[in-house]
């Protein structure tokens, strides 16, 4: 019985020595933390936690601002109802298959330019390329794609003559470029193609 009740005694003695330390520190706004490198990690489980659930767009957007975690970048990318929100995030994200997934995907313009102008991944930017409605998002994709066979159909078939006219630019593919000096409606456009003609 004595045995249980010193045992009980230094258990409690240690965890209020321990609840104390924590207290302290956590008290004392300049307080030297000797592990930085956990307190980092502990910061930003606390503003990934903000970013993800804080109801307020405000301050899951200050969370973001400050939040390295790619994980919780790309889940606030995908998925956050706000758009400036998902903005700050995509302007931190690396991920180049969350980032692709917003170019196709995201409902504001601004976000799909964002995450376009920091993609590498050709197969999207052939998609945004060919099937964006914006113009702006399109051209985007357009000046920082090499596929050939995606600049041949979007010299030939878009709407928008200043798009088909950087297409062209790009093109070496020589029978798409005799059917645009041939038929497309736009002057310049046709005049680049001709240019381009070997």
Do not use: W
Request: aromatic share 4%.
């Amino acid at each position: 019985m004595k045995r249980t009740f010193t045992l009980l005694f230094l258990i409690l003695s240690l965890t209020s020595c321990l609840t104390t330390k924590h207290e302290v520190i956590r008290n004392q706004p300049n307080a030297k933390v000797i592990n930085t490198e956990s307190a980092n990690d502990e910061n930003q489980s606390t503003l990934s936690a903000v970013a993800l659930n804080d109801n307020d767009p405000g301050i899951r957007g200050l969370a973001v601002s400050k939040l390295d975690i790619q994980s919780t970048l790309s889940s606030v990318a995908l998925y956050d109802k706000d758009n400036e929100v998902r903005k700050l995030a995509v302007e931190k994200l690396t991920i180049q298959s969350t980032l692709s997934s917003v170019a196709l995907y995201d409902n504001d313009v601004e976000i799909r330019k964002l995450a376009v102008n920091k993609l590498d991944d050709q197969s999207t930017l052939s998609s945004v390329a060919l099937y964006d409605k914006d113009n702006e998002v399109r051209k985007l994709a357009v000046e920082k794609l090499t596929i050939q066979s995606t600049l041949s159909s979007v010299a030939l078939y878009d709407d928008d003559a200043e798009i088909r006219k950087l297409a062209v630019s790009k093109l070496d593919i020589q029978s798409t470029l005799s059917s645009v000096a041939l038929y497309d409606k736009d002057t310049e456009v046709r005049k680049l193609a001709v240019k381009r003609l070997k």
